[in-house]
């Protein structure tokens, strides 16, 4: 239970924690974590994960050479990852005002607007996370387990503890960088082994299985266990392997192909390439299954996370509301000597006073309305604007830190999140009659406050179930968040900004206006916000692919099985999702295996078991592995000294996957790949029912 936990710091120890010096540091790691995951996001379409890797570093560091202690450490992890969470939300959400109708937010893309969405998401996802934490992170901690904060908390003890603890932890990270090298760069292992039945098939046209065989999703999944795995993966297979095949039998090619163009994720009809690579030649796409899962079920699973996560929130009030009953009048008191009631709080209950989170709302609201730099032509509309930031943050923040309590900061689905969101508000100004172009930039405001307060209160609730673990105190914790916020987005407008200016190179190649959009940095989700934005202003969105997800939700919330759960498997990729509940079955068979040998080991134990660290090991390595290479394969040549580097050309240079598939087959190399993922599992595995050791 809850109640019996005890962290790895006594809540009675006194210890330095909220000093100059981990902020400072946690400030630096943010700035450097927030700049380099805009770069990726926009190039490469991905971001990193910085919690854990931030932790490693503050472990091997920061004790060496600057003397902190565990709880200093957590407090520099915890303030460096509010720059890649906001900076994910920005990159995904706010270059959509480029793409609004007739460039009508174009003058919204500026530095000083970007900045202030920014420091005004990301202290919202960390104001509302506020109330929440004892009703999610502690009363729920057994049921919501948070793998990456679980990880990060494993691996700061882990550092601090040393002997069998740190080893298993830093052999599970080492095997984990080691197969990333394999894979990442030498392309040794195949990323995403996929088998797909030909469109053609008379019996099961355009089913796709394929797994994004990573170890940190093996380490997330084993984390989860395999109940939760289960639901996601459940979620999964009805997309791909039932949805998907039936949609691809009766949909025509293109009427697909239009509903991309409708949705921005293809030019035109004749076109070619877009998601599923259209061929407007034959009329039909290379991958039809993508083709699907883009024009359709993406939106089907937008529809059912919303669902599921509204039923989720009302299934929550009641925790909530005893969580604010306990913090106003169930703390532990103690009699004086005068006889009078003195209020004791344990160090690691106290959080920032529940005031903060009604005036900070207030003040966010009618900074809002009164700052010119935002989108409205009266402070009525813009009081408006603001209100809706508030209700759907409240909303979407439970939502988000459910998720990422279940599955991970890294498989959040931030844009569901953002497409419901955007939804809502435009039902929202068509319902008091604002329609049309003027007030697209108004709905995206939204949008993108939420969908960047949706991803750092994913990233927040990692980093308060990380201190829970260790022991922080929550209240430096929520302090050196909005500290991390407020710096971090300093830095996250200026690198947008920046990448925005075209290079004299793009000059050349006709981009004179935004690099942001053109080839060089394509911003899908962008695109995709404000061509929703755009076609529910103008009446022209098809919501019965939404409704037809707000309906699986209630099925299977009718059915005794969580719904926000499932839904979230059925709008992230089948690649996401089978590599997790593998790791999530491993754990289920080590269990079955340790308790046939009778081992009885407590929660507290198991926390830092063998398995548990192995696989915190894998996040940690994976995460640590896909930052570096990410950032290798993202910067362009430059010269030292001299000598010309040329990082993204020596990574071609040695990628083998070519060579491999052309000498084995396509076949033989994914069988390869899935052939190593097996032996990690069986690793993991072996070292889960090893009996544990004594410190």
């Known amino acids: 239970m809850a109640e019996n936990f005890k962290p790895f710091v006594s809540p009675e120890t006194k210890m330095k924690e909220f000093t100059l010096k981990s902020i400072l540091l946690g400030c630096v790691f943010g700035i450097i974590f927030g700049a380099a995951t805009v770069y990726?996001?926009?190039?490469?379409?991905?971001?990193?994960?910085?919690?854990?890797?931030?932790?490693?570093?503050?472990?091997?560091?920061?004790?060496?050479?600057?003397?902190?202690?565990i709880l200093e450490n957590n407090i520099i992890q915890t303030t460096g990852s509010a720059g890649e969470s906001i900076a994910a939300g920005v990159v995904f959400t706010l270059p959509g005002f480029l793409f609004l109708t007739d460039g009508g937010g174009d003058k919204y893309f500026n530095y000083i607007t970007i900045l202030i969405l920014a420091i005004f998401g990301g202290i919202l996802g960390t104001l509302m996370m506020i109330p929440?934490?004892?009703?999610?992170?502690?009363?729920?901690?057994?049921?919501?387990p948070y793998p990456e904060g679980t990880a990060c908390g494993d691996v700061l003890i882990a550092g601090e503890k040393g002997g069998d603890f740190a080893k298993t932890a830093f052999y599970g990270l080492g095997f984990a960088f080691v197969y990333a090298i394999l894979q990442k760069v030498l392309h040794v292992i195949s990323e995403v082994p996929v088998y797909m039945t030909k469109q053609t098939n008379r019996f099961f046209p355009s089913a796709k299985v394929s797994g994004e065989i990573t170890p940190e999703y093996m380490g997330v999944g084993y984390i989860i266990g395999p109940r939760i795995a289960g639901v996601l993966v459940a979620g999964g297979v009805m997309s791909w392997l039932v949805l998907i095949p039936l949609l691809a039998t009766l949909v025509p090619p293109d009427a697909m192909a239009n509903q991309l163009v409708k949705l921005g994720y293809l030019a035109s009809l004749a076109t070619p390439g877009g998601k599923g690579n259209w061929n407007p030649l034959t009329h039909t796409f290379a991958d039809f299954s993508s083709a699907v899962y883009f024009a359709y079920v993406r939106q089907i699973g937008a529809g059912a996370v919303a669902a599921g996560g509204f039923i989720t929130l009302i299934k929550t009030i009641p925790t909530?509301?005893?969580?604010?009953?306990?913090?106003?009048?169930?703390?532990?008191?103690?009699?004086?000597?005068?006889g009078t009631v003195k209020v004791v709080v344990p160090r690691t209950e106290k959080d920032l006073n529940i005031k903060i989170v009604l005036f900070g709302s207030i003040a966010?609201?009618?900074?809002?309305?009164?700052?010119?730099?935002?989108?409205?032509?009266?402070?009525?509309?813009?009081?408006?604007?603001?209100?809706?930031?508030v209700i759907f943050g409240a909303f979407f923040v439970t939502v988000s830190s459910r998720i990422v309590g279940l599955i991970g900061s890294s498989n959040n689905p931030i844009s569901g999140m953002t497409i419901a969101t955007l939804m809502g508000t435009c039902l929202v100004f068509i319902s008091v009659g604002w329609s049309g172009k003027l007030?697209?930039?108004?709905?995206?405001?939204?949008?993108?406050?939420?969908?960047?307060?949706?991803?750092?209160?994913?990233?927040?609730?990692?980093?308060?179930?990380?201190?829970?673990?260790?022991?922080?105190?929550?209240?430096y914790q929520q302090l050196s968040l909005f500290i991390g916020a407020i710096v971090s987005s300093v830095v996250i407008g200026l690198t947008v900004k920046f990448l925005d200016k075209p290079t004299a190179a793009m000059?050349?190649?006709?981009?004179?206006?935004?690099?942001?959009?053109?080839?060089?940095?394509?911003?899908?989700?962008?695109?995709?916000m404000a061509t929703l934005a755009k076609g529910i202003l103008s009446y022209n969105l098809d919501w019965q692919y939404v409704l037809v997800g707000v309906f699986i939700a209630i099925t299977m919330e009718l059915c005794g099985i969580k719904s926000l759960s499932f839904a979230v498997g059925a709008y992230l990729p089948l690649s996401t999702t089978l590599p997790i509940f593998i790791g999530g079955a491993i754990r289920?068979?080590?269990?079955?295996?340790?308790?046939?040998?009778?081992?009885?080991?407590?929660?507290?134990?198991?926390?830092l078991g063998k398995g548990n660290l192995f696989a915190t090991g894998l996040v940690a390595g994976g995460a640590v592995a896909g930052v570096v290479i990410a950032?290798?394969?993202?910067?362009?040549?430059?010269?030292?000294?001299?000598?010309?580097?040329?990082?993204?050309?020596?990574?071609?240079?040695?990628?083998l996957e070519n060579a491999l598939s052309h000498s084995i087959g396509e076949g033989t190399y994914f069988i390869l790949g899935t052939a190593f993922f097996a032996l990690m599992g069986w690793v993991l595995y072996r070292v889960a029912i090893k009996p544990q050791t004594a410190e």
């Not at 919690?51 to 050479?65: C, D, E, M």
């Not at 929440?132 to 901690?141: G, N, S, T």
């Not at 289920?588 to 040998?597: E, L």
């Open 364 to 389: 966010l609201v009618l900074l809002m309305a009164f700052l010119p730099q935002l989108p409205g032509d009266s402070i009525g509309k813009k009081l408006l604007v603001g209100l809706l930031v």
């Open 588 to 607: 289920g068979i080590a269990d079955k295996a340790r308790k046939k040998g009778n081992a009885n080991i407590s929660a507290e134990e198991e926390e």
């Open 507 to 528: 000059i050349a190649n006709g981009v004179t206006d935004h690099a942001i959009g053109s080839t060089y940095f394509p911003a899908p989700q962008g695109t995709l």
């Open 631 to 655: 950032i290798m394969a993202g910067v362009d040549a430059f010269s030292i000294f001299g000598l010309k580097i040329d990082l993204p050309g020596w990574l071609n240079a040695v990628n």
């Open 439 to 475: 007030y697209e930039p108004m709905a995206l405001v939204v949008g993108g406050m939420i969908c960047i307060a949706a991803a750092n209160a994913g990233g927040t609730s990692q980093d308060l179930k990380s201190g829970y673990i260790v022991g922080a105190t929550p209240m």
């Open 40 to 69: 990726l996001a926009l190039k490469a379409g991905l971001t990193v994960s910085a919690s854990i890797p931030i932790a490693v570093i503050a472990i091997t560091l920061g004790r060496k050479f600057f003397k902190t202690t």
């Open 132 to 144: 929440l934490r004892k009703a999610l992170i502690v009363k729920e901690h057994e049921t919501l």
């Open 320 to 338: 909530i509301v005893s969580s604010f009953k306990g913090s106003l009048g169930s703390l532990k008191k103690e009699e004086t000597a005068a």
